[in-house]
């Protein structure tokens, strides 16, 4: 099995990290490529962003059939509709991924990202999911993306301060870290505060692998229909 793990921004050393933490849980006999485009944004934290980064995101996936699923390592979703257009291949989001795995978990789960400015297209993304209901909250921990490629920054420190006010005022029973540059953070995490810390990038690679054993395919009926020449 073959998986195409997509950075949709264009900072090197965040694939490197995302496509580590994705070999560490992929099954044996499951390759990962990771890779990100050569131009656009080199993060993403934003509408903005995220349109600028859709030419070369969707450059990597047309026209190539050397994968068995796409998994698109932004958790805004970057792009996740249209990919799914191109190809019939499944197309995994890591927010879709870890929100449901998330409410399988737990009754209720919070969400901690990055900046401010990304909390609206995570509560739309929620909304559109069926899932706003089970979220406490999306709280903003107001780290940029790249200042968690930095060793030395304080946003492990800052990110747990933020579970420590989920658990205590959303309720949270779970979290899901809203950054794929926060996969790293997961594990040590979840053993401090004592409940489920989710990374969207794991959990999209059991769920690829799950949809590839089981033979399904994105439907081609509707909305994710190809596009039209």
């Not at 996936?61 to 996740?80: E, H, M, N, P, S």
């Not at 949809?211 to 909305?223: A, E, K, M």
Request: glycine fraction near 10%; charged fraction near 20%.
């Amino acid at each position: 099995m073959r998986l195409l793990l997509i950075n949709p921004n264009t900072t090197a050393a965040m694939t490197e990290k995302i496509g580590a933490a994705a070999r560490r849980v992929a099954s044996p006999g499951t390759e990962i490529v990771a890779v990100n485009p050569a131009q656009g944004p080199a993060a993403i934290e934003g509408y903005y962003d995220e349109a600028m980064s859709l030419a070369g995101l969707l450059g990597l996936i047309r026209g190539r059939a050397d994968f068995d699923a796409v998994i698109i390592a932004c958790f805004d979703d970057t792009g996740l509709d249209a990919a799914r257009c191109v190809t019939e291949k499944p197309v995994l989001g890591i927010g879709e991924a870890a929100f449901h795995m998330a409410a399988m978990l737990a009754n209720r789960f919070s969400v901690v990202t990055t900046l401010g400015r990304s909390v609206p297209a995570i509560e739309h993304n929620l909304t559109r999911y069926g899932l706003m209901a089970r979220c406490g909250r999306v709280r903003a921990s107001e780290i940029p993306v790249l200042e968690l490629e930095d060793p030395a920054s304080d946003a492990c420190a800052r990110i747990g301060a933020e579970v420590s006010l989920a658990i205590r005022e959303d309720r949270a029973e779970a979290i899901v870290l809203g950054c794929a540059g926060m996969t790293d953070l997961a594990q040590n995490l979840g053993a401090a505060h004592g409940l489920p810390v989710l990374d969207g990038v794991v959990c999209a690679v059991a769920q690829a692998e799950a949809l590839v054993r089981l033979g399904l395919t994105t439907s081609r009926l509707g909305g994710y229909a190809p596009p039209r020449r």
